[in-house]
C-alpha cells in the first residue's frame, strides 16, 4: 500500500506523562483518517509529531514516505496544518493574513486568495483585523491557512470545535471535495457524527494507546450491533426482566433506565412492547435509534467521550 | 503587494506596529517627552547670584550698600540669630560681620568644603577692598564663549537616542517574539514552508525604516526645542544610530531565543537594560563611575554606542575616529546574532 502516513512504535514523554504509548498507524493516499478520544488520549501530541513540530521520544514517522529529521523543507511544503488553538497576527485583517501566508508556498500551485474567502465563508470579513474575528471565524481562518499550499495531506486538530452547524457542515463539505480530489487528510475530532461522515476509518486512542481501529461501521458492529433501544419504565423494572427476548444482544444500565442492543427493530420493538404490556409497567422513555461512537467508546471503555 | 515573503513579513510588521498606538507612543513620543522634561529641568541658568548675608550693627548698611553695587551678590542685614540658621540651611553662603570697632577685622564666617562659598568669599573680598580704595595693577576685559554642544542637553539627546533604539529592540521585538511564542504562533508559522530566516530578518528590515523615523524625529524635535545640533555629519549619526539598533536587536533577539512566557522576558529584558541604563552614560557619564570598571563599562553595547555617538554629534568628529566603539557594537551584533539563531526555539 501507498502510505501517506506511516507510524511505529510511537512514544512521546514528558517527564513522567506519558502522552503517547506505543502508537501504530497507517494511512493511505487519498484517505480520511479520524483521530478520536477523550480529552488528553494523546491526539495533539499525535498530531503535531506528524506535522514535524514535536520530536518523538521514541518510534518512527513517515510522512508521504519521508522523514522529518531529513527533508523537513520539502515536507513542510507538502502538509497543510491546522492547529487546535491558532493565534495570528492580531492586527492583521484576514485577507492580509491569507497573503502573507501565501508567499510561503510561492513556487507551488497555492489557491488563490479569493477562493479561499469564499470557501471558508470569510469574504464579509476580509478587511476585519484577525483580533476582532468570533471564535468561529477564526478556526475557519485557521483551515484556511492549512488550505492556502494545496497541500498533499491535511491536519485538522478539532477543526469544527466552536462552529455553528451551519459552518460545521460547510467544513464537511470542504473536506469531502479534499478527499474527491484525492487529498490525504488526518484529523481529530470529539464528536462521533463528524467522524462517521467524514471518516473512512478511525482509531480511537485513550491514554496514548490506540485501543480500536476500523471503519466507523465496523467499529459500531463490532461493539454490539446498529439499533440501541433507550427504554426507562414507570414503575422501574430489573435486568433480568427482559431476558430471552427475542432479537435482544445486550442490555447496559444508563441513568434510571437502560440501553438495549437488538438485531431486527422489526422483530425485537414489537416483542419489547409486548413483554413491557405482560409486565404492566409504562414507558415513560421509549426511544429508538441507530448506534454512534460515543456507544463504542462507552462499550471500549465503560466511559463516554465527554466525560472524563 | 507580491514580493517575497520577507518583504511581505516585513511589510506586514510595520502595518502591525502602526496599527498600535501604544507602541507608536513608547517608540516615537516618550523620548520627545524625556527630552523636554530633562532639558527644561537641567537647563543652564545663567551664572549664579552668591547670597550673603550682613550682620546688624554699625556700619551694616554702609557694608550692604558696597556688596549690592555687584551684580552677582544678592544681600541682606540679618540678627545673629538667624543668619547661623540660613548659612547653616543653605540660604546664604557667607556672612558678613563687620568691625564692631574701627580698625578691628572684617570676619567672613562660611563652610569651606562648598566650592560655591569660597568664590563667594572672593567676590565679597574684592568688592569690600575696592570699596575701601583698592586698585588693581592690570587692566582686564572678559570675552565670553559657549562651547557648541556642552550643555546637558546636548550631552542628552544622543543617549536617548541609545535607549530608544535599545527599547525598540527589547520591548518591540523581543517581546514580540516571546509573545508569538506564547500563543503559538511561532509553531503555526513554523509548519509552514517559510525561511525561518526570514522571519527574524522581518525585523531587522522594519527597523530599517523605523530607525531613520526615530533619529529624525527625536534630533528635529531636539533642534527645535532646545536648538540642539548634529555638529558632525547626519549620515555618520544616521549609520551609527543603525549600527547601535543592529546590535541590540541581537541581544534582543538573545533574550527571545528561548523564553516560553512574557514573565521571563520581561525579567529577562530588564537584565539587560537596567544595569546599561545606569552604567552606560544615558542621563549621566559614566565617568562617575571608579576607574577599575571602565574598561569593563567601555565594552557595553551601549556605552559603545553612546560613545561614538557623542563624539559625532557633539563634537563633530568623524565616524572613522571611532575605531574601538564601532568594533564594540559589530562583535556585539554578530555575536549575539549568531548565538540566538543557534539556540532559537519555534515551539
Ligand atoms: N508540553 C507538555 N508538557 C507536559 N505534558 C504535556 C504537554 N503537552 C501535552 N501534555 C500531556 O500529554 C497528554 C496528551 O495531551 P494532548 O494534547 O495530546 O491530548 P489531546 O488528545 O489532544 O486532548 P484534547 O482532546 O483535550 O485536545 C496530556 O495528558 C497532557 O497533559
Ligand atoms: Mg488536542
Known sequence: MDAAIRIEGLVKRYGDVVAVDGLDLEVARGECFGLLGPNGAGKTTTVEILEGLLAPTGGTVEVLGRRWAREPLELRARIGVALQETKLFDRLTVEETLRLFRTFYAGRAALSVETLLEEMQLGEKRATWVMKLSGGQRQRLAVALGLIGDPEVLFLDEPTTGLDPQSRRALWDTIAALRARGKTVVLTTHYMDEAERLCDRVAIVDHGKRIALG????????????HLVELSTDPALPAEAFAGLQGLRAIRVQGDGFVLSIDEPHVALPALIARLGERGVRPTRLVS???????????????????? | MTGGPLWALSAARIKQFLREPGALFWTFGFPLLITVALGIAFRNQGPTKSQIAVLEGPGATTVAATLADDSGIVVTIVDPERAAKRLGAGEVVLIVVPPATPGAPFVYRYDPSRPDALAARRLVDERLQRGAGRRDPLSIRDETVVARGSRYVDWLVPGLLGMQLLNGAMWGAAFNIVNARQRKL????????????????????????????????????????????IHGSPVAALALALLGSWSFAGLGLLCASRAQNSETANGLINL?????????GVFFSSSRFPA??????????????????????????????????????????????????RIFRWT
Open chain 2, 186 to 229: 511561532l509553531k503555526r508559522l513554523a509548519a509552514t514552508p517559510m525561511r525561518r530566516s526570514d522571519y527574524l530578518l522581518s525585523f531587522r528590515v522594519s527597523g530599517l525604516v523605523f530607525v531613520p523615523i526615530q533619529v529624525l524625529v527625536l534630533f528635529a524635535f531636539a533642534h527645535l526645542t532646545f536648538g540642539v545640533t
Open chain 1, 215 to 226: 471503519t466507523p461501521a465496523e467499529l459500531i458492529d463490532q461493539s454490539g450491533g446498529q
Open chain 2, 272 to 280: 539587560i537594560t537596567l544595569p546599561m541604563m545606569v552604567l552606560s
Open chain 2, 292 to 341: 577599575i570598571l571602565q574598561p569593563a563599562i567601555r565594552l557595553l553595547p551601549m556605552s559603545a554606542f553612546n560613545e561614538a555617538l557623542r563624539h559625532v554629534v557633539n563634537d563633530g568628529a568623524s565616524i572613522f575616529s571611532q575605531g574601538f566603539p564601532l568594533a564594540v557594537l559589530v562583535g556585539w551584533a554578530l555575536c549575539t546574532s549568531v548565538l540566538a539563531v
Open chain 1, 289 to 308: 435509534r441507530t448506534a454512534t461512537l460515543d456507544d463504542v467508546f462507552l462499550a471500549l471503555t465503560g466511559r463516554t467521550l465527554r466525560e472524563d
